[in-house]
C-alpha cells in the first residue's frame, strides 16, 4: 500500500516518468532475451528532445529497479540511456569485467556528464570493456 501510496504523491509528471521507466525497465528485461544486441544498442541511443532532468530520470529508473524483479545492471543501464536519450542528454553505457573467486563477473553502469548515474557503488574493480555512447541531435 505504501508504494501506492507514494505513486499518487507524485506530480503528474513524474507519474508519468516512473511509469514510463517501468515499461522501459520491462521492455528491455524482456528484448534482452529475444533481440540481437546490435538492435537494442541502436534503440536505446536513438536521440529525442525532451524536458526531463537527467536527475529525475536517474531517479525514476532507479526506483523501478529496486520494485521489478530481475532488473539486473545491464536491464537498469540499457533502460536509463534509453530514457536519457529520448530526453535529449547524452551518455554512455560501460561494461566491465571483475575476477572472482567463481569465475568472472560482469557489471554495467551510466555516465553522463562525468558523473556515475547507476551502477556506481559496484564499479570499482571492474575492468572496462566498452562503452556505448548515446549523443543527441545537434537541431
Given at each position: 500500500?505504501k508504494?501506492?501510496s507514494s505513486?499518487?504523491?507524485l506530480?503528474?509528471?513524474?507519474r508519468?516518468?516512473v511509469l514510463r521507466a517501468?515499461a522501459?525497465?520491462?521492455?528491455?528485461?524482456?528484448?534482452?532475451?529475444?533481440?540481437?544486441l546490435?538492435?537494442?544498442?541502436?534503440?536505446a541511443?536513438r536521440?529525442?528532445?525532451?524536458a526531463?532532468?537527467?536527475?529525475?530520470i536517474?531517479?525514476?529508473v532507479s526506483?523501478?529497479?529496486r520494485?521489478?524483479?530481475g532488473?539486473t545492471?545491464?536491464v537498469s543501464a540499457?533502460a536509463?540511456q534509453?530514457?536519457l536519450?529520448?530526453e535529449?542528454?547524452?551518455s554512455?553505457?560501460?561494461?566491465?569485467?571483475?575476477?572472482?573467486q567463481?569465475?568472472?563477473a560482469?557489471h554495467?553502469?551510466?555516465?553522463c556528464q562525468?558523473e556515475?548515474?547507476?551502477?556506481?557503488?559496484?564499479?570499482?574493480d571492474?575492468?572496462h570493456?566498452v562503452?556505448w555512447r548515446?549523443?543527441p541531435?545537434?537541431?
Open positions: 500500500m508504494a501506492g505513486f499518487l504523491a506530480s503528474n509528471s513524474d508519468l516518468l517501468l522501459t525497465l520491462a521492455f528491455v528485461r524482456l528484448a534482452l532475451g529475444i533481440v540481437p546490435r538492435w537494442l544498442r541502436a534503440w541511443t536521440p529525442g528532445s525532451g526531463q532532468s537527467v536527475g529525475r536517474t531517479w525514476a526506483a523501478c529497479t520494485r521489478l524483479p532488473s545492471c545491464l540499457f536509463l534509453r530514457i536519450s529520448r535529449g542528454h547524452a554512455e553505457l560501460h561494461i566491465g569485467v571483475a575476477r572472482r567463481a569465475g568472472l560482469a554495467a553502469w551510466v555516465v562525468g556515475t548515474l547507476i551502477g556506481e557503488t559496484e564499479m570499482g571492474y575492468a570493456l562503452a548515446a549523443v541531435d545537434d537541431d
